[in-house]
């Protein structure tokens, strides 16, 4: 093979690693802003624990950091990311940093809710922050393409994706610090099977005993397949878990994610926000001490609670003041669990039409893709879709609603999907007859589709397959599949009064036949 033929497949390999990486996976991608961290000065125990097992040269370690919805468990992988995005593996390079790769886990995108693309997304940061290991991965995956199959075996992937290119690095990083890797939100990735086998190939490869020091700070909710993955015999000796128990002068006897600490440093956080409300609303007073502890106390310890209260309180359109009082108002003591539903529920409250708002943010919320507030508005059409834009302007302080009208609308925090999941969630009464959100979504897909069979042929051709199959569509013509297929988008007749099937009607909503 000549030099140039040789530097030719070289760059094509890399250019294919590279459109295969999932950008938006990696912990400062545009994708995923704005970024939660941690706000300075908070979390001092929980960050200073974490690095110094980051720190630690005996050997590699999983660290779990584990704990409910909201509570700030990305806020803290962001944060340890950056810093070690910020420190470099020897004082002689300004290339290598000691963060050689980050994956966010989000339900939310399709290429971020599965381990299909883990590795290729892990190996090309890795490769990038190390371009000595560069040659060896383009050459592992040119012998290889397969490898870059989101289909492909995971125990092969993990192999040659992340064992092999590690084991480049072991004699040149010997006497480093150790590297590390930051995976967020665990819970998010939708396959409990891919969740335990990719815990169990992590644990295997920090075994191998020819790799460079590495440390892998993974966080979760505390599902229960997950802890079962956490405590297998192969995993359970390299797992630092946080919360954890620790003794010592001057350090909490306990380190987690909702210690009695918390509730300090989210005074500290609304002190700071209001701070920054105060400087575009000069006339607004700076809440006393007792009213910020007021806050504190009905966030539960959950950062989601006192972010979400404040983005209500500063949304542009209303007095500051008057959103105040409404925080004010929840119930001081709440179920532990409770607290970002019942502020949920006082944020729909205040809409002007709490239903309708209800409806539209558990759409949003149960998008697989997330859709601009156009395509929503053609997607559920001219009943349900009435007002998507007024109607989710009401909901700033829990949805990202990007300036620019052709990007997606998105849920800022997946406590809101758990929120809209189950209808029983809701206190408010209005909304306990409306239908699970992937049903209305599935109805209007299928509107969609029957308004455009007689426009497009090559549904019009895959149609006309499925005919042949079917002893019920007994026309070929456009409108004869059709009438053939219209059980699939019209509701039982009793229903068509309503427009939406199993609850009273929404004012001006049609039904959905075609």
């Known amino acids: ?33 704005p970024h939660p961290k941690c706000l300075k000065g908070t979390r001092v125990d929980l960050l200073d624990y974490i690095q110094r097992v980051l720190d630690d040269q005996d050997k590699s370690r999983l660290i779990w950091l584990h704990g409910t919805a909201g509570v700030g468990k990305s806020a803290v992988a962001f944060t340890v990311a950056e810093t070690m995005r910020g420190l470099k593996v020897t004082e002689e390079t300004n290339i290598e940093k000691r963060l050689t790769g980050t994956f966010f886990f989000s339900r939310k995108h399709t290429k971020r809710c599965t381990t299909g693309y883990f590795f290729a997304t892990l190996v090309y940061q890795l490769a990038s922050n190390f371009p000595s290991v560069r040659k060896d991965v383009n050459r592992t995956i040119r012998d290889n393409p397969a490898l870059l199959d989101p289909d492909k075996s995971l125990r092969d992937q993990v192999e040659a994706l992340f064992i092999q290119p590690l084991r480049k690095l072991h004699l040149r990083l010997r006497g480093c610090r150790p590297l590390a890797f930051v995976v967020d939100a665990l819970d998010e990735c939708t396959s409990e099977t891919e969740i335990g086998d990719l815990i169990l190939y992590l644990a295997r490869a920090l075994r191998e005993p020819d790799l460079p020091v590495t440390h892998i700070l993974l966080t979760s909710r505390s599902e229960p397949h997950i802890v079962k993955a956490f405590q297998n015999d192969e995993v359970c000796p390299l797992v630092r878990e946080i919360p954890v128990k620790i003794s010592g002068e001057g350090v909490a006897s306990i380190i987690s994610l909702d210690g009695t600490d918390v509730d300090k440093d989210i005074c500290t956080f609304l002190h700071h926000s209001f701070t920054e409300l105060q400087i575009r609303h000069p006339d607004f007073p700076q809440p006393p001490r007792d009213v910020l502890e007021r ?51 006082s944020i729909l409250s205040t809409c002007a039409d709490s239903e309708r708002a209800y409806l539209h943010l558990s759409i949003v919320a149960a998008l697989a893709d997330p859709l601009p507030i156009s395509q929503l508005s053609k997607l559920l059409g001219p009943g349900l879709g009435r007002d998507v834009e007024t109607t989710l302007m009401q909901l700033r302080s829990v949805m990202d609603i990007p300036t620019d009208i052709s990007l997606p609308v998105n849920i800022y925090h997946s406590s809101v999907r758990d929120y809209v999941s189950d209808s029983s969630h809701c206190s408010i009464s209005q909304v306990r007859d409306i239908p699970s959100p992937h049903s209305l979504l599935a109805r209007s897909s299928f509107r969609l589709m029957m308004k455009e069979i007689p426009e497009r042929s090559a549904l019009l051709d895959v149609l006309s397959g499925l005919k042949k199959c079917s002893q019920s569509m007994k026309s070929q013509d456009p409108r004869g599949l059709q009438e053939s297929l219209s059980f699939l988008v019209q509701p039982p007749e009793p229903l068509l009064r309503t427009g939406v099937p199993g609850c009273r009607p929404i004012e001006g909503q049609p039904g959905f036949a075609p």
């Open 1 to 33: 093979m000549s030099q140039d033929h040789y530097a030719g497949s070289f760059e094509g390999t890399w250019e294919k690693l590279s459109q295969v990486a999932v950008k938006g996976a990696e912990y400062d991608s545009r994708e995923r802003r």
């Open 295 to 345: 806050l504190a106390s009905r966030a539960g310890r959950r950062f989601i609670v006192a972010s979400t209260m404040m983005k209500f309180i500063d949304d542009g359109d209303n007095d500051p003041c008057d959103r105040l009082q409404v925080m004010l108002n929840l119930a001081s003591e709440l179920l532990p669990g409770t607290e970002v539903y019942k502020l949920y529920d």
